[in-house]
């Protein structure tokens, strides 16, 4: 009776192999400074937008209860435009609320409202070849394909 379990070449045939590899060569790599691409340590700016449209609004302090959208019109001081907003919890707010709001996107008094800021990447303003790049579609792509 053989001593292997299966039959088929190679299973089993030898020592297994290593791999060679060649010695690391060099220290760690230069990260350039400056601002990154996306990822840790990426500029960043604290936005809030419009939660119907998804226009940045500016927040500047507190937000009256009579501010509208710049873009829709719509109302800003709502119970989906808050940080507390939340379908799953009792009311639809993580705060304990006395009484239930049933429209969430229309205009409200809540003492607990708080704007729904978010981080997102700040935009680096463009450069004078890529504003005019963006005018027509074929200097765009011809800029796209330029040689160096």
Do not use: W
């Amino acid at each position: 009776m053989p001593d292997r379990k299966y039959k088929h070449r190679g299973y089993q045939d030898g020592e297994p192999r290593e791999e060679k590899r060649p010695p690391f060569e060099g220290g760690p790599r230069e990260r350039p400074e400056g601002p990154r691409g996306r990822g840790l340590g990426a500029p960043t700016a604290t936005v809030f937008r419009c939660r119907m449209c998804g226009t940045k609004q500016q927040l500047t302090g507190s937000l009256p209860s009579d501010a509208t959208c710049t873009n829709c019109g719509n109302d800003l001081h709502t119970c989906s435009n808050c940080v507390h907003f939340d379908t799953s919890k009792p009311n639809e707010c993580r705060k304990p609320v006395l009484q239930r709001i049933t429209n969430k996107s229309r205009r409200n008094t809540c003492e607990l409202f708080t704007p729904n800021t978010v981080q997102e990447f700040a935009s680096e303003r463009p450069s004078a070849d890529s504003n005019a790049a963006s005018n027509s579609p074929r200097a765009a792509f011809d800029a796209l394909f330029k040689k160096k």
